[in-house]
């Protein structure tokens, strides 16, 4: 409660702040301020270098930090299509391969001809051919880290069990969140006798979200569950586990729901087909829009900082950044938590045994 | 919504979805089944272990209570051991005595009873002793018939001063 109104004040205070700024840097802060929502907006997408941070010399030459990654195309006329991303040089040159030329415009990757042409429509989109994008690109390589970290981290645990029947090191920290999964989450949502086939996913998505969700604060910043992409993906292997693992029950409730009256059931049926494919939706943009939220507000107030250049705007500004990533903290657990919840709820309403409603 | 889909990148969620799954998989046998199994083994263990202790618990107490139990019966037929004990050897005692006063009693009356019939004896024979000594008097005197008067008082003297009596 208190923290649900912390944010409140948070945010509110912080409207007031930007648009007091906005008033008093009309004039001299609009391109600082460009800049800054752009680099929020920048931050928040998907690229095709694993850039940490760039800057312009003196000669106005933007510097770029990072590593290139591999492109991976398919197209329907050259197939497949796999360089290094540094060909593009971060969008400013067009790159070649086997006869085949392509841009990066705006995070895409658009097929062009070998001047680099892009036309566009009336809305200003870009109307050149899009070719399957199936790069390496920065989350995806973060992803692949995280995978990787979580295989090393619990499979050393595991192989602690075989020695002793306690757990060691990080296992100790490790083991009391697996419980509370077990514990908490799966066995009061899904029952003693089900819980045991779904908990590899939930523990599995638990950690994963948990783990991308904080890894997206650090400085390093690659935030991946803002990506609708990855929720997208998460909630349909939770819809995919529900629908193949239901019983006879769960779909007798959506389909013939007992004990109302007849026209009623014909009602009810769509309405409960249609909650099907609603609840995972709901996890996928429940998760995608907390993190992104808290994104956007947190980095709009670290820009504030740049914005008011005086004692008690800047100050102000990192006190409430830091309040506020804090909160973040609590939400990047909170998220992992609630998905991890639903899921199993959802799980449990799959695998629900009785007769009596 | 349009920027939503705008920005969805399909390469992402294809990545995604491969890396999950596979990640599932693969924690799922190498870590989530071994952890898993591996606490639930101990959790049985403690509870295994905290059941045989109360179950040894209880064992124990119904223990103290049947040493409590027997160690009371034990004392409670000793003393009734020792009762009958003691009511034996009063009664023995008794008996003996009874028996001792009549068999004194008994020796005494036979005593008594042999002492008379040796008085009665002695006095028949006394009696007769007497009808003897009366009738030789009486055949002696009887005999000295015609003699003086004189003669029979001394007679008679002489005879009375020959028996004597016993």
Known sequence: ?357 | MEKLIEQFSLGLFFWQSVLFVALVLLLKKFAWKPILEAVNDREEGIKDALESAEAAKKEMQSLTADNQRILKEARAERDSLLKDAREIKEKIIAEAKEEAQEEASAIIDSAKAAIEVEKKAAISELKTQVAHLSIEIAEKVVKRELASKDDQLALVDKILGEVTLN
């Open chain 1, 1 to 357: 409660m208190f923290l649900v109104s912390f944010v409140s004040m948070a945010q509110h205070h912080g409207n007031e702040h930007a648009q007091h700024a906005a008033k008093e840097t009309e004039e001299s802060g609009s391109s600082l301020k460009k800049d800054i929502k752009d680099f929020i907006g920048h931050h928040l997408l998907d690229s095709h270098d694993f850039g940490l941070f760039s800057y312009e010399d003196d000669h106005g030459k933007e510097i770029h930090f990072g590593a290139p990654l591999p492109v991976i195309l398919f197209d329907s006329e050259s197939g497949l299509n796999v360089f290094s991303s540094s060909k593009f040089h971060h969008g400013e040159e067009v790159a070649e391969n086997n006869g085949s030329y392509f841009k990066l415009y705006h995070g895409k990757i658009y097929k062009t001809d070998a001047a680099g042409t892009i036309s566009y429509d009336e809305h200003h989109h870009a109307t050149n051919e899009k070719p399957l994008d199936f790069s390496i690109t920065k989350n995806v390589a973060f992803i692949f880290l995280v995978g990787l970290f979580m295989f090393l981290v619990f499979t050393k645990m595991a192989k602690n069990y075989k020695t002793s029947a306690l757990p060691k090191g990080f296992g100790r920290l490790l083991e009391p969140l697996i419980l509370y999964v077990r514990d908490e989450i799966a066995i009061p949502n899904i029952g003693h006798k089900q819980y045991r086939k779904y908990m590899s996913y939930l523990l599995t998505v638990f950690f994963f979200v948990w783990i991308v969700n904080l890894l997206g604060l650090t400085p390093v910043g690659i935030n991946v569950t803002n990506n609708i992409a990855v929720t997208l993906s998460l909630s349909l292997i939770t819809y995919l586990l529900t629908t193949f693992t239901a019983n006879k029950n769960y779909w007798k409730h959506i389909f013939w729901m007992p004990g109302v009256p007849t026209p009623m059931k014909f009602l009810l049926a769509p309405i409960e087909l249609l909650g099907t494919i609603i609840k995972p939706f709901s996890l996928m943009i429940r998760l995608y829009a907390n993190i992104t939220a808290g994104h956007i507000v947190l980095m709009s107030i670290i820009g504030m900082m740049f914005i008011f250049k005086n004692w008690i705007g800047s100050p102000l500004s990192f006190g409430l950044a830091f309040a506020l990533s804090l909160l973040e903290l609590l939400v990047a657990a909170l998220q992992a938590y609630i998905f991890t919840m639903l899921s199993a709820l959802y799980f449990g309403s799959a695998v629900e045994e009785h007769d009596d409603h």
